[in-house]
């Protein structure tokens, strides 16, 4: 049942503008069909939320490979970075870079700065670039990379950035999706519903996202912006209200031998303090500038008396949730012959609930990367399980796809390990630190995929930032309001997002009738009464103009109304019940116990009845 539960979930989120989907773990050329097997040049890197792994083939592109061993040699023979920027952003994501984009269509924080002297904004990174948007690596080792779904919130903030034709050529459209459900197991069984919605999703790999937006910044703001690859930024003095600026720490980060972390005790420079006007700290779940924070409050409430304590502002922290619901993931590439259309999510699921498998396209030539999606405990979920026993699997409960699925994927499937669904947690409940420091992204809220809300929420967050950046007058002199506004604007955002979607990950019988209940009363009464009551949370998420705190309070409000409704409802039905029931009873001089006992037994009767007799009906047909 919690199964049906967090499957059912997939499927709705399925047709919605937004996707987010982690995918890991290499699998061989051979598995896919759209392109030949060639030589492969690889290389393999990742920092503490995602894995980036890259591939270039070498029998008919040169440029590929070149461009590999370029951003490894750009990494490793870097020049050191000034001692002084006007802004610095920690993270080279996607929310990372667009800052830098952001932050480069502005004027300078410091007004005496130009543009042309030298880069006045700085973007760090612990680890090498991915490949370049145009590297066959997203077309022949579809499994490696995460996928990433842009709804009305990221193509909003990409379009504001002048960002979007470029990242959009990049992509593919999803226009609805393609369900079977449990059982039912024929290609043809698979039933089709097109989105309606007002923004087309579309969808990329991560590491797509990044290249494109590391070649507009090569391309458009060379001179602005300087990449910097490879380093580690530890804050010193994140900056006050008086003035003074952020002092940072800025370490070579070597990658270490297994290549999954980097360390700076290798690194052949010496650690360098920087200065900066402004520091946006984007780095994901790494939290480096957010775990700094937190530390720095700590220190700052300890040195405190305990009588002022009790009247300090809330402590500064990362609330991190267990994730006591928690569902495992294989990706699969696959691909689709020509008559299966290319723009859809496929979607199936198992019988006894035991998986689910999500497919979305990694191309437009019908190259996708699906999710199976398992329990934890389950066999199939181990690494070096039997590839016979995940063939007899798929035959059984999938077979419109096992028999895309050649025997070498079935193989690397069974071997690797599976992977983890990040947990939820957020931060708060301020997303600044002096007057020259905020945090914004999945360092300020993570959540799991279902929803494809975290990469398009981070981009959002970018947007807000640029608009109170650019309201706030002397920014210069004003720097400690923006930063301070900012907070204001989507720390309780941040954390409604969380609760929000934690709140539908509930495990148990309970979760499951938590889960869709909500989603029942809510297309009911929405139909019954649209201008009063609100649609399910997944409609409202894709809203556009509305916050996740307005959202929380506006299904309060409608449980509150509907809770109303039903108990008025319930009374006024009880009530004329018992009027029925003493008006027979009085018409037939009987007991109103006797008569109300009767017609329920009657309707119980009736009820069996309806049953067998449908199933009679079922044997003869």
Known sequence: MVM???TSLLLLVASAPQYGFCFTSPLPLTSLTKYPPSTRVDFTIKDANTSYRGLAT?????????SIQDAVSDTNSASSPASHYDSVVVGGGPAGLLAGIMLAQM?????SISDGQRPRIVVFDRLPPPPSPDNLVYSTDISKYYLLGLGHRGQRALRRFKVWDDVSKASVAVMGRRDWSPGKTREEDGVVRMSDKAVVSRVLARDKLVGVLKEVIDTRYKGVIDLKYGYQVDPVSFGDDCGSQVQLQVSQCIPLNDNTECSIENGN???ATITANFLIGADGAARTIANAMETNDVERRQGMNPLRRLFDKPQFRVTRYEDDNQRVYKSIPISFPSHWPYDLNYSARSTNNRAAFEALPSDAYGNYCALLLLRPEDELAKADCDPAVLREFFNVEYPQFSKLLGDDVMTDVAKKPSSNLPGFRFAGP????????????????????YYGLGANTALEDVMILSDILNSTPDLSRSLNA???QFTKERSADSQALVTLSRGMDRPGKLGTVRFVLPLVLDSIFNKMAPKVFGPSMFGMFQKEGIGFRQIQRKKRLDRAMQSAVILSGLTLVGFGTKTLVKTVAKSLGLKSEVVGGSMFGLLALTSVARKLFAKKTETNA
């Open 107 to 111: 004027q300078p924080i410091d007004a």
């Open 4 to 6: 049906q539960k967090w």
């Open 482 to 484: 923006a930063v301070e």
């Open 58 to 66: 070498s029998s008919s592109t040169a440029s590929t490979s070149s």
């Open 430 to 449: 301020k997303l600044h630190e002096g007057g020259r420091t905020v945090i914004l992204g999945d360092c300020i809220h993570t959540v799991k995929p």
């Open 269 to 271: 420079m010496v650690p």
